[in-house]
């Protein structure tokens, strides 16, 4: 029959207590206290019959069985803690996995993201695109949606205040100039992006242009396609202005008129309610929030 192997706390209790030859040492890296140190090494020397150290005015020695033993104690600890790092070290580090509107991610988020990397090396990231909310990812641990921030079971955090911005190649295809003002579009194609509420005919009706076809153009379902054909020449795209700066600051597009308008609808950090929230969500979370907060204060 098989003698009954000691708790791995006993051991682990030993293992420091010979390492340091001090029972409060151990106990300050154990995160114990002194009794309780000594009273695991009683038990242990209790199980295994015989003294494992001598007790000494002033510290600890190993008794001969005390050093006969810790070599194989240490050994197996380092062990258990190599294959438990190897299974489930990946686990307790596990990547963050950010579910994000592709354009937001292109033109906002990836500029920004040596600034979390920098900050957190420690943490994995994984990306996954959304277009259609209704479709969640299970295994995302927080997303980035365009809308007004009302979604059930998620907590909101605004990112963008926006503007719709009419942009366009400084030349359209067959050399043709870009419109001078609102009226002309009706002589130009419109760019439109499918799920938006606030469109090419919310703008125009806002501003009063109501005799401009809002309906005529070519439709996406990515306002990352749409203001990528824009720069090629084929129309004039309805952007928003947080991820707009990048493609005007290089001349690949311009905003051919003034005229804006303020939008509802916004990009937002959606995180599930009434689940554990992980440290690295909470990181990314507070890097993210306090990065929208720099471009609405700068």
């Not at 937002?268 to 471009?295: D, S």
Request: aromatic share 10%; with cysteine.
């Amino acid at each position: 029959m098989k003698k009954r192997l000691p708790p791995l706390n006993w051991l682990r209790s030993f293992e420091a207590s010979a390492r340091h030859l001090n029972f409060t040492q151990a106990a300050a890296e154990l995160h114990m206290t002194q009794a309780a140190i000594s009273q695991q090494i009683k038990g242990l020397e209790a199980q295994l019959g015989c003294a494992l150290f001598k007790r000494l005015p002033r510290g600890l020695e190993l008794t001969d069985a005390g050093r006969a033993y810790i070599p194989g104690v240490r050994e197996s600890i380092e062990k258990l803690a190599v294959v438990t790092d190897e299974v489930f070290g990946k686990e307790r580090s596990r990547t963050l996995t950010v579910r994000v509107n592709l354009v937001f991610f292109n033109h906002w988020l990836a500029p920004r993201l040596a600034s979390f990397r920098a900050q957190h090396p420690d943490i994995g990231l994984r990306f996954t695109s959304n277009i259609w909310v209704a479709d969640p990812d299970k295994e995302a641990d927080v997303e980035v949606r365009y809308g007004k921030g009302l979604w059930p079971g998620f907590t909101s955090n605004r990112l963008t205040w926006d503007d719709l911005i009419p942009l366009c190649s400084p030349v359209l295809l067959d050399g043709k100039k870009p419109p001078a003002n609102p009226d002309e579009l009706s002589d130009h194609t419109l760019l439109h992006v499918i799920g938006y509420e606030e469109g090419w005919g919310f703008w125009l009706n806002q501003l009063g242009y109501h005799e401009v076809d809002s309906s005529q153009g070519v439709h996406f379902d990515s306002l990352m396609t749409a203001m990528e054909m824009a720069a090629l020449g084929h129309g004039i795209a309805l952007s928003r202005t947080s991820l707009a700066a990048n493609m005007l600051a290089s001349g690949r597009l311009i905003s051919p008129f003034d005229e804006t308008v303020v939008t509802a609808e916004s990009f937002f950090l959606a995180t599930p309610v009434n689940q554990h929230v992980h440290p690295h969500v909470e990181a990314f979370r507070y890097w993210l929030i306090g990065q929208a907060e720099m471009e609405m204060s700068g």
